[in-house]
């Protein structure tokens, strides 16, 4: 059997009340497991936290952008390759293009175009949109960009030359952005150029049992007199507190095919691939998704990390939560069942199925997480696991060659 190379991420982190990610009611998730009502957030919620996170660990051009506006963004990169197309055209070069390279449909929304018939006729039109949102990468926009401005005396019959087709359908498939290659990508119109998703995201549900309560809250006109007692408006928000089980899964193999091997001059191979999971696991770690943010303040950081390094399939750990954490009768708080119940249960699983990691890494934050830290090679800090895991996935890269 194939040696395969598997990240597995599990966080165990405390959330005061807040309501990180809320239903259609406006109330926060829950889910039902080990029979009880569990706190959660949802995978998109978190994987979205993670993405905004790359802003700050990664240079702009290894990004993508997730859009609608499509035609719009590969227009301004149009126009400045060639300061002689004017806006109207560049739009157009881009929306032909982008049909090419994509095979979606790309035209006016319906909703902007009527809003367009009801205002100045002398306004701009409305540029043409795709049906549902894009996911491509800035070095992507950049290709066919150039691609549009090489055929624009005539991009209709430029782009219906086979290879210049090709070369679209080419451009819009390759030098994928560390996000595209992470979360994957999915063209409904034209299913050669989706993108599998290297990383999963699970649900973070709580360790626990737990209760959505009920805020009410009044607000002041500040412009109230003493003659006009009373709130200016009255309300209520829902929210719960939790402590969190958090697992990701990252395939790095196919994180691989889907970067590609490093290209740049004095570059080692796995560059690129060890830049990602570098990324990923700090990004997913430090990442808090901001619903309520303003209102409850709930800024926290996980209390216990066990990062794992696999040859074979991901493994969760949320079994060893099935029956819910009970807190201490007196002294309350439920970090130190959390991490008593993951320290009785992985070495139970990996024993039963074989399934031991190559390396454990274990990042950790005061005397509740102490049950955990034989678990691994205990890091004093997050950039230092960050660190150990990149190094050791491109190790193993460069093993097998």
Same mark, same amino acid.
């Given at each position: 059997m194939t040696s395969r190379i598997i990240l597995d991420i599990h966080a165990l982190q405390n959330v005061p009340p807040s309501n990180l990610n809320r239903d259609d009611t406006g109330a926060p998730k829950t889910a039902v497991y080990g029979g009880v009502i569990r706190p959660r957030v949802s995978s998109q919620?978190?994987?979205?936290?993670?993405?905004?996170?790359?802003?700050?660990?990664?240079?702009?051009?290894?990004?993508? +952008?997730?859009?609608?506006? +499509?035609?719009?963004?590969?227009?301004?990169?149009?126009?400045?390759?060639?300061?002689?197309?004017?806006?109207?055209?560049?739009?157009?070069? %881009? #929306?032909?293009?982008?049909?090419?390279?994509?095979?979606?449909?790309?035209?006016? !929304?319906?909703?902007? %175009?009527? #809003?367009?018939? &009801?205002?100045?006729?002398?306004? !701009?039109?409305?540029? !043409?949109?795709?049906?549902?949102?894009?996911?491509?990468?800035?070095? $992507?926009?950049?290709?066919?960009?150039?691609?549009?401005?090489?055929?624009?005396?005539? /991009?209709?019959?430029?782009?219906? @030359?086979? *290879?210049?087709?090709?070369?679209?359908? $080419?451009?819009? @498939?390759s030098r994928h952005s560390?996000?595209?290659?992470?979360?994957?990508?999915?063209?409904?119109?034209?299913?050669?150029?989706?993108?599998?998703?290297?990383? $999963?995201? %699970?649900?973070?549900?709580?360790?626990?049992?737990? &209760?959505?309560?009920?805020? =009410?809250?009044? #607000?002041?006109?500040?412009?109230?007199? *003493?003659?006009? !007692?009373?709130?200016?408006? /009255?309300?209520?928000?829902?929210? @719960?507190?939790?402590?969190? =089980?958090? =697992?990701? #899964?990252?395939?790095?193999?196919?994180?691989?095919?889907?970067?590609?091997?490093?290209?740049?001059e004095n570059e080692a191979p796995a560059t690129p691939v060890r830049r990602a999971v570098e990324t990923f696991v700090h990004g997913f770690l430090a990442s808090l998704p901001t619903g309520k943010i303003n209102t409850f303040g709930n800024h926290t950081l996980p209390d216990a990390v066990v990062v794992k390094l696999r040859s074979a399939r991901p493994i969760s750990f949320v079994s060893a939560f099935e029956k819910p954490v009970l807190a201490d009768h007196e002294s309350g708080g439920y970090m130190e069942a959390g991490c008593a119940a993951l320290a009785d249960y992985i070495p139970e699983i990996e024993r039963a199925f074989g399934a031991e990691s190559t390396a454990t890494w274990v990042l950790r934050v005061g005397p509740n997480t102490h049950k955990i830290a034989d678990l691994g090679t205990e890091v004093a800090s997050l950039s230092a696991l960050v660190q150990s895991v990149g190094a050791a996935v491109a190790e193993r890269l460069e093993q097998r060659g």
């Open positions: 919620a978190w994987k979205r936290a993670t993405r905004r996170a790359f802003d700050d660990l990664l240079d702009a051009r290894e990004l993508g +952008v997730r859009t609608k506006r +499509v035609t719009e963004l590969l227009a301004d990169r149009i126009r400045a390759l060639s300061s002689e197309i004017d806006e109207v055209t560049a739009r157009e070069l %881009a #929306a032909e293009t982008l049909r090419t390279a994509t095979g979606s449909k790309i035209e006016v !929304p319906k909703r902007r %175009a009527g #809003a367009k018939k &009801d205002a100045d006729a002398e306004s !701009p039109e409305a540029a !043409p949109e795709s049906s549902y949102l894009m996911f491509l990468s800035s070095r $992507q926009f950049d290709g066919l960009a150039e691609l549009a401005v090489e055929g624009a005396a005539d /991009i209709k019959g430029f782009l219906k @030359n086979k *290879d210049n087709k090709a070369r679209a359908k $080419q451009i819009a @498939n560390v996000d595209i290659a992470l979360f994957g990508r999915m063209i409904a119109d034209s299913a050669d150029i989706n993108v599998d998703a290297a990383a $999963q995201v %699970a649900h973070a549900i709580a360790v626990h049992r737990g &209760d959505t309560e009920s805020d =009410y809250f009044t #607000a002041v006109d500040d412009r109230n007199t *003493d003659a006009e !007692p009373g709130a200016g408006m /009255i309300g209520t928000v829902d929210f @719960n507190s939790a402590t969190l =089980y958090r =697992y990701a #899964a990252l395939d790095v193999d196919l994180l691989e095919r889907n970067l590609g091997k490093g290209l740049r």
